[in-house]
């Protein structure tokens, strides 16, 4: 219950709903233009709702890879699931060199209920001159380009030097 916890004292603190709960999507950038791929139909559905009916869903919502060893190249999968109900088309914008990273995947559209997986690989590798401790963060937002929407992917690691 919102009201009440487990034992059945009154909370504390109010219940935070999930993104998903709360009809958003976390990380992501609305289009300013959203174009129907049927052409000729009319379309008497609200903004609101076109929304839920196409768009992708990234599983896991962000990449955390840990502590990883200089010199090495590491992978991580995440899927992308098409949720609306007509075939959608997405892009990746590759990150930039510096970051180690890359971004592999299958170019094409995705049929509806279907999914992408995209492989998430980061050679470990560390920028800067200065003395960090031994540690050095890497912190970047993968960019993927869909028709409705812009979706972010936090990717986070710690490189040990």
């Known amino acids: 219950s919102l009201l009440v916890n487990a034992a059945g004292q009154p909370r504390k603190e109010k219940v935070k709903l999930p993104s998903s709960l709360q009809g958003r999507q976390p990380n992501s950038i609305p289009n300013k ?73 299958t170019p094409g559209p995705v049929a509806a209920g279907l999914q992408v997986e995209l492989e998430v690989e980061i050679f470990a ?18 960019e993927i380009l869909t028709e409705t929407e812009t979706l972010l992917l936090p990717v986070r690691a710690n490189i040990l030097c």
């Open 33 to 105: 233009k959203i174009e129907d791929p049927v052409a000729g139909k009319v379309n008497t559905s609200s903004l609101a709702t076109r929304q839920h009916l196409s768009g992708f869903h990234l599983i896991p919502p962000k990449v955390t890879l840990g502590v990883l060893k200089e010199g090495c190249t590491y992978a991580a999968t995440v899927i992308l699931k098409n949720v609306g109900v007509n075939f959608s088309r997405f892009r990746v914008k590759q990150p930039p060199l510096h970051t180690g990273l890359r971004v592999m995947y």
């Open 125 to 142: 590798m560390v920028i800067g001159g200065e003395d960090t401790g031994g540690l050095e963060e890497i912190s970047h937002d993968i």
